[in-house]
């Protein structure tokens, strides 16, 4: 029975497989939902001799499932989970060694920026960051040490469009591993492995698990020998995420397609209220037909996401009165729950970043970004009229 069902699985469109993707009822006593398999050890018959399991570092039930959902909604074969989004970038750039080089845009999110600088860079790696909407920009920077690409899009916080495909061409004329970060798009709005990157990561504390209960970090492939490199790095490191957390994110992930529906619909209608908005000085949405990238936007991606970032006319202090006055938008870290949230990335997200480069990326001390959630539309431009006023 299984094998069929596997088979037509893979035929699922997107809504589909956010439920049944990867999955199958539990083969012990045919639960829906897999259980959470709450142990670290197996009993083996003879040394060696396991179902499959037999230490929870290297796999777990539950974990399984959620990288077999994880593979399904983003078009891979292979998906790894990790204790966070973090751990899973970390266990990309393990891939690498002393000399090499990454290429990364000048606009990254914080966490990354931190990682990559400020770790990785003891060890040897060299990281430049260009304006990755020029592709000849990137090349220019290719050199012999070069060995990975990382692209963001959109950006966190400027949302900039980076054509994935182009930049896969770009990689495979010289040879490099591309990774992108779909942690703002999701597999529902864009698949960076149809668009031809190597590797997807997924913060998927955020819009996956989408309930803002839970920090799991993803990753998914198509190629199996990079999926037996990243498999051993996750087994060797240990940044694993644990069976609660992987029962959380599966849950999630069942309900993303109707919540990103929701998110895009919110998104849209209040970055034209705060376009429209006589005390807002700039907003950042790739909707909008005058965003840079707005025709790559539109062709890879089904829509334009819940996430926005303005700058309201004013300085520092003004931006903080307003996030301080906010009553339904939350004062919080992170993004992609439910709940809608607002932050202030240079002194939250982006405070590792230095003032002077995280200025060049245009994430100025008056910026201010939104998670737009799946709340009542009308009650969310209320908040901002009044914080606003």
């Keep these: 029975m299984y094998a069929d069902w596997n088979r037509?699985?893979?035929?699922?469109?997107?809504?589909?497989?956010?439920?049944?993707g990867g999955q199958h009822p539990d083969k012990a006593y045919g639960a829906v939902m897999p259980p959470i398999y709450q142990t670290s050890t197996y009993a083996q018959s003879t040394p060696g001799g396991h179902k499959g399991y037999e230490y929870s570092r290297s796999a777990n039930p539950t974990r399984t499932a959620l990288e077999q959902a994880l593979a399904s909604i983003?078009?891979?074969?292979?998906?790894?989970?990790?204790?966070?989004?973090?751990?899973?970038?970390?266990?990309?750039?393990?891939?690498?060694?002393?000399?090499?080089?990454?290429?990364?845009?000048?606009?990254?999110?914080?966490?990354?920026?931190?990682?990559?600088?400020?770790?990785?860079?003891?060890?040897?790696?060299?990281?430049?960051?260009?304006?990755?909407?020029?592709?000849?920009?990137?090349?220019?920077?290719?050199?012999?040490?070069?060995?990975?690409?990382?692209?963001?899009?959109?950006?966190?916080?400027?949302?900039?469009?980076?054509?994935?495909?182009?930049?896969?061409?770009?990689?495979k004329k010289h040879g490099l591993l591309l990774a992108v970060d779909n942690t703002f798009a999701t597999p529902y709005l864009q698949q960076p492995l149809d668009l031809g990157a190597d590797i997807v990561m997924h913060s998927a504390t955020k819009y996956l698990g989408g309930h803002s209960d839970v920090v799991v970090g993803g990753l998914v492939v198509k190629d199996k020998p990079l999926?037996?490199?990243?498999?051993?790095?996750?087994?060797?490191?240990?940044?694993?995420?644990?069976?609660?957390?992987?029962?959380?994110?599966?849950?999630?992930?069942?309900?993303?397609?109707?919540?990103?529906?929701?998110?895009?619909?919110?998104?849209?209608?209040?970055?034209?209220?705060?376009?429209?908005?006589?005390?807002?000085?700039?907003?950042?949405?790739?909707?909008?037909?005058?965003?840079?990238?707005?025709?790559?936007?539109?062709?890879?991606?089904?829509?334009?996401?819940?996430?926005?970032?303005?700058?309201?006319?004013?300085?520092?202090?003004?931006?903080?009165?307003?996030?301080?006055?906010?009553?339904?938008?939350?004062?919080?870290?992170?993004?992609?729950?439910?709940e809608s949230l607002a932050g202030h990335p240079a002194s939250m997200t982006h405070a590792s970043i230095p003032k002077e480069e995280r200025e060049k990326s245009g994430v100025v001390d008056a910026l201010i970004r939104l998670s737009v959630g799946i709340e009542d539309v009308e009650d969310l431009i209320g908040d901002l009229e009044q914080a606003l006023t």
């Design 74 to 171: 983003e078009n891979g074969n292979y998906g790894m989970a990790f204790a966070s989004g973090l751990a899973a970038i970390d266990a990309v750039l393990k891939l690498l060694g002393p000399g090499d080089e990454v290429i990364s845009t000048i606009d990254l999110y914080g966490g990354s920026y931190r990682l990559f600088k400020k770790v990785y860079e003891n060890y040897g790696i060299r990281f430049r960051f260009v304006e990755m909407d020029n592709v000849e920009a990137i090349e220019s920077c290719i050199n012999q040490n070069t060995k990975l690409v990382w692209v963001e899009t959109p950006t966190n916080p400027m949302m900039n469009i980076i054509d994935i495909k182009a930049v896969s061409v770009l990689t």
């Design 227 to 338: 999926a037996d490199r990243l498999y051993f790095i996750q087994n060797a490191s240990g940044a694993v995420c644990g069976p609660m957390d992987s029962f959380l994110t599966l849950r999630g992930i069942k309900t993303l397609h109707v919540r990103m529906q929701r998110h895009c619909e919110n998104g849209e209608a209040i970055a034209k209220y705060l376009m429209a908005h006589p005390k807002i000085e700039k907003v950042y949405w790739p909707g909008f037909e005058t965003h840079p990238n707005h025709k790559v936007a539109k062709a890879q991606m089904k829509g334009f996401g819940g996430m926005i970032s303005f700058v309201p006319k004013g300085n520092y202090d003004d931006a903080i009165k307003i996030v301080e006055k906010l009553k339904i938008f939350t004062l919080a870290e992170s993004l992609g729950g439910v």
């Design 8 to 20: 037509m699985k893979k035929d699922l469109k997107f809504n589909s497989k956010t439920i049944h």
